[in-house]
């Protein structure tokens, strides 16, 4: 069983009915699932030796279960170019630059103001959204 804490947040916005927010509370997470949360009364330095790891949240705002559905649904046909592969965050920043590898990775990513057609922006929709649902995420469609 694989367990982490979020320690301490700043704040945990538990989105039930009452809108409750907890400040500095922890939130113990067992196998991806939220198991319980700790308010700020109860004691966890035994918890935090025992755990596989800790995020430390003191700066942090945790919303429990919010699932990000943010998918540039053209972006299906372009991550399999083999120059944008794993190699994003070297070639892309600063995205405003005038270097050649900045504009490359520019045009890779988000083809549509560079020419992209119709026709595969159109195609890239269904396969983003076969994407998104074999990770079991729902979607908003772009």
Request: contains cysteine.
């Given at each position: 069983m694989t367990t982490?804490?979020?320690?301490?947040?700043?704040?945990i916005a538990t989105q039930d009915d009452a809108n409750t927010e907890l400040n500095d509370a922890s939130l113990l997470i067992c196998d991806g699932r939220i198991e319980r949360i700790i308010p700020t009364t109860e004691?966890?330095?035994e918890l935090v030796k025992q755990v596989d790891e800790v995020i430390d949240a003191r700066r942090h705002v945790v919303v429990p279960g919010l699932i990000n559905t943010h998918h540039h649904?053209?972006?299906s046909l372009t991550r399999a170019i083999p120059g944008l592969q794993n190699n994003r965050?070297?070639?892309?920043q600063?995205?405003?630059a005038q270097r050649p590898a900045a504009?490359?990775?520019h045009i890779g990513l988000w083809p549509q103001p560079h020419g992209a057609t119709d026709q595969p922006l159109c195609a890239?929709?269904?396969?983003?959204?076969c994407a998104i649902a074999a990770?079991?995420?729902?979607?908003?469609?772009?």
């Open positions: 982490l804490l979020i320690h301490r947040a700043r704040c004691d966890t330095d649904m053209y972006q965050t070297t070639r892309c600063p995205l405003h504009r490359e990775c890239a929709v269904p396969a983003g959204r990770v079991g995420r729902p979607a908003l469609a772009e």
